[in-house]
């Protein structure tokens, strides 16, 4: 059984600063990409950033220069430093993990986290 749990997410002022964390636990072998996605109220689900087992990262136009995405492979470990946010940021964040084996020769699944509220106050 695989969770992803994220923590960090709460109330932060207009160009203020906040650290996402999401741990994925369970039987896992490896995981390829692990990244953030943000849904606002009405609106779809878009990715913010992701970074693959090798350190590359991806990280939407809107958060680049503000936003870091990072990951600790052997803690199955992702991060989003959010600096300078802004009120049109206020989302629920969700964490993915994107193939995730839970063995060598196992088939590559998806995972998502429940989700964490960042509201951000102008």
């Known amino acids: 059984q695989v969770q992803l749990v994220e923590s960090g997410g709460g109330l932060v002022q207009a160009g203020g600063s906040l650290r996402l964390s999401c741990v994925a636990s369970?039987?896992?072998?490896?995981?390829?990409?692990m990244g953030w996605y943000r849904q606002a109220p009405g609106k779809q689900r878009d990715l913010v950033a992701r970074?693959?087992?090798?350190?590359?990262?991806y990280y939407a136009d809107s958060v680049k220069g503000r936003f870091t995405i990072s990951r600790d492979n052997a803690k199955n470990t992702v991060y989003l430093q959010m600096n300078s946010v802004k009120p049109e940021e206020t989302a629920v964040y969700y964490c993915?993990?994107?193939?995730?084996?839970?063995?060598?020769?196992?088939?590559?699944?998806?995972?998502w986290g429940q989700g964490t509220q960042v509201t951000v106050s102008s």
């Open positions: 993915n993990a994107d193939g995730l084996k839970l063995y060598p020769d196992s088939y590559p699944m998806a995972y």
């Open positions: 970074i693959t087992s090798g350190g590359a990262t």
């Open positions: 369970g039987s896992i072998f490896s995981i390829n990409r």
